[in-house]
C-alpha cells in the first residue's frame, strides 16, 4: 500500500511494465541512428570550422612567418611536421614598382573613390592602362630579408614558388628576370611540366642562373594545387604543407580545400597551414604619386579634366557658416 500525491491511500497493482505494454517501434531505431549521425555531422563541423581558423595565421613580417612554421612543427611533431612550403610570389615576395597595385590598401581607396566620378566606359580604358603599368614595371623586395630567409628555409623543407600567373603569359619572362636579379632562389620541383592545369618549371635566369621551381596555377585554387604537387612527390608522402600569401582568399582556399579533402573525401591528403603575409599592405603608391599617373593616363587617352575627377579634387567645399548657424538654419 502506498500514498498517492494527494494523501489518500492506494494499493499498488502488480503488472506488465509499460516497455512491455507499449514496445519501442522498429522505426524508432534508424531514425535515433540518424539523429545521432546528424549530431555528429554538426560536431565534426564546428570542430573543422575551429580548426579551419586555426590553419589561417596572421603574419605581418618574415620573423612572423618563420615563428608560425616553428610553433606549427613543435604542435604537430612528428606526425605532421611542415615538409613543403609555397610561397607566393607578387606582393609577397616582390612588389612592383607601379603606383597602382591592386589588393593593396592604398590602391583600393583610390581606385574607391576615383571611379565614382567616372564612367564606366572610361573606366574601363583607364583599367587596361593602369594594368599595363602594373606588368611592365621592375619589381623589388617586399622585405629585404627574403634571400636569407629563403635559404635558410630550404636547408629544411622543400620550397616552390605558387604563383596565380600563367606560364605563357609575356611578362613571364621578365619577373623570372627580376627574381634571378634579387637572388631569389627555390628548391627545385621534383617534376616539370603540366601538372592538373597547372605547369611546374624548373625556372632559369636569362644569364642561366637557377630561380628553382615555380608553379604556374592559371588562377586555379591554390589548395588544389597542394593537393596535386604533393601527391606526386617521390620516396613517400608529404607530411605538412604551408602557403605564405598575401591574399587571404588564397590563404582561405587553400586551408578549406585541403581540410575538405581530408575530413569529407578522406584522401590522406597532409597536413596544411596557410600564413597570410601581410607585410606588403604597408606598401604601395601614395596618393600625390598615384594621381600624378592618373594624369598621364588621362591624357593619354584623351580624358577631358571634367571626367574620371581625381580624388583630392572630387572633394565637397567646406562650408563658411558657423555650425551653429548650420543647426538653426536645418531646423
Request: glycine share 8%; aromatic share 8%.
Amino acid at each position: 500500500q502506498v500514498r498517492s500525491h494527494f494523501g489518500s491511500s492506494a494499493r499498488m497493482q502488480l503488472g506488465p511494465s509499460s516497455h512491455e505494454l507499449c514496445p519501442p517501434s522498429p522505426k524508432l531505431v534508424p531514425m535515433a541512428f540518424s539523429l545521432c549521425l546528424m549530431i555528429c555531422s554538426v560536431l565534426a563541423g564546428m570542430c573543422a570550422a575551429a580548426d579551419f581558423k586555426y590553419r589561417v595565421a596572421p603574419a605581418p613580417n618574415l620573423a612572423a612567418v618563420q615563428a608560425q612554421i616553428e610553433q606549427w612543427d613543435r604542435a604537430h611533431w612528428p606526425r605532421s611536421r611542415i615538409d613543403v612550403v609555397f610561397v607566393d610570389i607578387d606582393e609577397t615576395v616582390v612588389i612592383s614598382a607601379a603606383p597602382f597595385i591592386n589588393g593593396l590598401p592604398r590602391t583600393d581607396e583610390f581606385t574607391r573613390r576615383f571611379r565614382q566620378g567616372c564612367p564606366h566606359e572610361q573606366w574601363s580604358r583607364i583599367v587596361h592602362e593602369m594594368e599595363k603599368l602594373y606588368y611592365e614595371s621592375p619589381h623589388f623586395l617586399v622585405e629585404h630579408q627574403w634571400v636569407d630567409f629563403l635559404r635558410k628555409l630550404k636547408d629544411n623543407v622543400h620550397v616552390v614558388a605558387v604563383t596565380s600567373r600563367s606560364f605563357g603569359y609575356v611578362h613571364t619572362m621578365a619577373l623570372i628576370g627580376d627574381l634571378q636579379r634579387l637572388g631569389i632562389q627555390f628548391s627545385e620541383p621534383w617534376l616539370q611540366g603540366p601538372m592538373g592545369g597547372s605547369s611546374v618549371v624548373d625556372a632559369v635566369g636569362a644569364d642561366g642562373i637557377k630561380v628553382g621551381g615555380v608553379i604556374f596555377a592559371h588562377s586555379a585554387n591554390k589548395g588544389q594545387v597542394i593537393l596535386e604537387y604533393s601527391r606526386l612527390k617521390p620516396g613517400g608522402a608529404v607530411r605538412g604543407t604551408a602557403l605564405v600569401d598575401n591574399s587571404i582568399g588564397n590563404c582561405e582556399h587553400a586551408a578549406n580545400t585541403v581540410l575538405h579533402a581530408n575530413t569529407v573525401l578522406h584522401a590522406g591528403a597532409s597536413e596544411h597551414h596557410s600564413i597570410h603575409y601581410s607585410a606588403a599592405y604597408r606598401m604601395g603608391g601614395e596618393l600625390d604619386d598615384m594621381e600624378f599617373w592618373m594624369v598621364k593616363i588621362k591624357d593619354a587617352l584623351g580624358i577631358p579634366k571634367d571626367e574620371c575627377i581625381l580624388p583630392s579634387q572630387n572633394v565637397a567645399p567646406k562650408s563658411t557658416t558657423p555650425p551653429f548657424r548650420q543647426t538653426l538654419e536645418w531646423l
